[in-house]
């Protein structure tokens, strides 16, 4: 395994995710089928859209009897021993009675049919029904080979104390094939004990494929609105020995038991959802997919991921994911994720090994004391082409970017990044005790090659600065926070000026960009056809720097005059886009040269220029010089130019200048020598750059 990066040797890079935690895996060699992991909520058994044809079977800790029919509340069903000898079929729905509790473990089998899903929840009011495991098994509750099947509300708790991997809910299939429409929601699953570090067959939810006979995957499945909390591995991991490809030959064998000889053929689960869940105080971290292809994990919220270890040297992240294709991580918020010192992650979010094409997207992480986002794999496993866009990252710690050994085509853009200087204190026992302030906002690690940065707002209030190592480029992002702001110099449309939020708080919306923010339609084009963290569309050019596509009044040029101005013909209307709307000047005391100045607020490139004006005769500029601004004075580009109007009606007429070379710009100056003064006045319709 590749060596942990340390603050003290720079060069040394983060390693993917197989975390050592010491001499407790040595006693791990457990088989996976003794492995389990889940959350619970509770259903009614009256539910409309649940009771399709099947059988309803019910259990009464208090009131039951295993002897008894188990199909209804006066005959029901007492232990989790009798319950577990029932294979369901389709429509059947095994149901626990609320407000009551059963020690031990749960097996479930059986499957539904389209249409007619197995289920298994509660019925009566109270509580959701607890299932102790109690530390007395791997798991408390374990679906063995499901498939047309929903598992709604319980709660599930199993601890002793002990350091021997457990589970509270294991989705587990073996040699099955494609096991459809699953469905794991309103679970409560905590306190699950274990060995206190980043063990992959210990999780609160676990979902884990063996075998290599039958290739088998799940489709169709979703994880949505549990709360998993207080374990002492895992929050939701899933996992498939169904993953060799590239350099992934082993899946994790001291943590697992699971020979290398059963790893075989990638064959990823289809249409994973991973929806609404609340994941909190763990050890390892919070959410992480393995071995899908078209997963989305959404609306989580995730807080204190790899906190409470047992383990000193070990490390994770709130959400991260390995073995993937085409992953979607959006609209997640990850915040406190713990930090043991240098080399041990603490991310919000990590694009790990042998991951293609992940996008990061529209996600709030603060306060993740390793920083927001880590990309890192090894030799013969590489991960590429993720995107990370449209993110806000407040005051998360240490390295707030880390790209890392054997990543390729990492593109960030669209994110805002603030920094207030947070210093991340790490206490003993952890190996890396001591105070960390914020090393660099973006660190590149050895070979991580085409990285992109554009279109970020960095609000650095410290000195930590930018790596440009590799090629990578930096283009169009804002740098501010300090009175000098640090800023690649690489980055030739850089920008460094307040981007003027709303109000820097605690909540995203204060990152708004306010109506001046100079981040407005300065960005480069990075793609079309999305939309930014708060659901506004981007423009397919120019779109705003940061998080946030401004909505309210549309970006417009700068326009000022050294002439007065009649009544509300305000300048803006020489510049913005519309031929119909005029500026004019007063009536009378108009003297010559003057000027008309336009602050485009972004490099413009100007070839030519073309004046719009109605009643030309009348009221049209005659003759003026056409200047730019290079960034300390003015330079004369076109001087004495005339501008022969043919008409005096209301029909707008165009003139244009072509300058002898074309220029880039903010700023452009017409130094006005002469205008037709028929009433006192001249008038300027449009005046357009190309």
Known sequence: MPTLRTARVPSTPPAPKRR?????????????SAVAAGPAQAASPDRPHLRTAG???????????????????????????????????????LLFKSGQRWKG??????????????FVGSYGSGAKPLIEGGGTTDVAVRLNNVHDFTLDGLEVTNWSDSTTPRSGVNLFAKDAGKLSDVTLRNLNIHDIDGPGGST??????????????????????????????????????????????????????????????????????????????????????????????????????????ASGRLNTKGGNVAIWWQGNDD??????????????????????????????????????????????????????????????????????????????????????????????????????????????????????????????????????????????????VYDSNLYWGTASPVAPSGDINAIKADPKPVSIGTDPA?????????????GATVTQGIEDYFGNPVPATAPDRGFHQFTGAPYRPVVTTSYPTLGNSHAYRMAD???????????????????????????????????????????????LDVQTWNGSSWVTQATGQQLAWSGNTSTVEQRTITLPQRVTTERLRLRIRDAHLQWGNFAVYEIQAA
């Not at 473990?105 to 197995?118: I, T």
């Open 55 to 93: 059988t309803t079977y019910y259990v009464d800790a208090e009131s039951g009897d295993d002897g008894a029919s188990g199909l209804g509340t006066a005959a029901a069903w007492k232990s989790l021993a009798r319950a577990s000898q029932l294979t369901l079929g389709p429509g059947d729905r």
């Open 20 to 32: 050592l935690i010491g001499a407790l895996l040595a006693a791990l060699a457990l088989p996976l």
């Open 510 to 522: 204060g990152f708004e960009l306010r109506a001046d923010s100079p981040a407005r339609g300065r």
């Open 327 to 472: 992953l979607l991580v959006q609209r997640n918020e990850v915040s406190g994720t713990g930090f043991n010192g240098p080399g041990t992650d603490g991310h919000g979010f990590d694009a790990d090994a042998d991951n293609n094409r992940s996008v990061v997207q529209y996600n709030y992480s603060h306060d993740n004391d390793g920083g927001f986002f880590i990309t890192v794999s090894f030799n013969g496993a590489p991960t590429k082409d993720t995107v990370v866009r449209y993110n806000l990252s407040k005051d998360d710690g240490y390295e707030v970017f880390s790209l890392s050994t054997e990543t390729s085509g990492t593109r960030i853009h669209n994110n805002t990044i603030y920094a207030s200087g947070r210093v991340v204190t790490v206490h003993p026992p952890y190996a890396g005790a001591g105070d960390y302030p914020l090393g660099k906002i973006v660190h590149i690690y050895n070979n991580a090659s085409g990285i992109e940065i554009r279109n970020n707002i960095f609000y650095n209030r410290t000195t930590a600065g930018y790596d440009t190592a590799n090629g990578t």
């Open 200 to 305: 992959v067959s210990s999780a609160g939810l676990l979902v884990s494929v063996r075998g290599n006979q039958t290739p088998t995957y799940f489709d169709n499945l979703v994880v949505e609105k549990n709360e998993v909390s207080r374990v002492r591995s895992y929050g939701i991991i899933t996992w498939s020995t169904w993953s060799r490809r590239n350099g992934m030959t082993s899946l994790y064998p001291v943590e697992t038991g699971i020979p290398d000889s059963e790893v075989v053929t990638w064959t990823p689960s289809t249409r994973v959802r991973i929806r609404d869940n609340y994941v909190h105080d763990v050890t390892a971290g919070g959410i992480t997919p393995m071995h899908t292809k078209g997963a989305v994990v959404e609306g989580n919220r995730v807080h204190k991921a």
């Open 105 to 118: 473990r749960l097996d479930v089998q059986g499957a539904g049919a389209a249409g007619a899903p197995a």
């Open 577 to 623: 886009g519309d031929t119909s709307t005029a500026w004019s000047s007063v009536a009378n005391g108009i003297t010559f040269p003057g000027t008309i100045d336009i602050d485009y607020r972004q490099p413009t490139s100007i070839g030519s220029l073309t004046l719009h004006t109605a009643f030309a005769t009348g009221q049209g500029v005659k003759q």
